[in-house]
């Protein structure tokens, strides 16, 4: 027997504002509203069979920049730059955390300022 993720929790102020930013990016939607926040998912997605739902926890105070655990995401049927630059365009930010340009990933924040790095490889549509 195992675990298996089955939820990403990210603590943020705006739940509806980083849920119209991570539907997009990810190509979500909203599968539950909880009182302090919104759980997002794939489309048609049943619970723990597939990819983790992301659910954004309103806090007062919730922590930005580096955290202990950040989000990769790939570009799935493009390349790098047409989705960086999609992303931006959704409003993530670029981060300098000390690159030198020989990574394999880019860098960003979300609207409230959390990390994520978008890797190179296109992992197909």
């Not at 300022?113 to 978008?118: D, M, Q, R, S, V």
Request: glycine share 12%; aromatic share 4%.
């Amino acid at each position: 027997m195992a675990c298996r993720i089955t939820e990403l929790v990210l603590d943020c102020r705006d739940p509806d504002r980083l849920a119209e930013f991570w539907c997009a990016v990810l190509g979500y939607e909203v599968v539950g509203h909880e009182p302090d926040g919104l759980e997002l998912g794939p489309p048609g997605g049943r619970f723990g069979a597939g990819p983790p739902t992301l659910v954004l926890a309103r806090t007062a105070n919730p922590r930005g920049g580096k955290l202990p655990l950040h989000l990769d995401v790939s570009p799935a049927g493009c390349d790098h730059e047409t989705e960086l630059a999609r992303l931006v365009a959704l409003g993530a930010r670029r981060a300098d955390v000390g690159q030198d340009g020989s990574e394999s990933w880019e860098v960003l924040q979300d609207p409230e300022g959390n990390e994520f790095c978008l890797l190179r490889t296109d992992v197909g549509a």
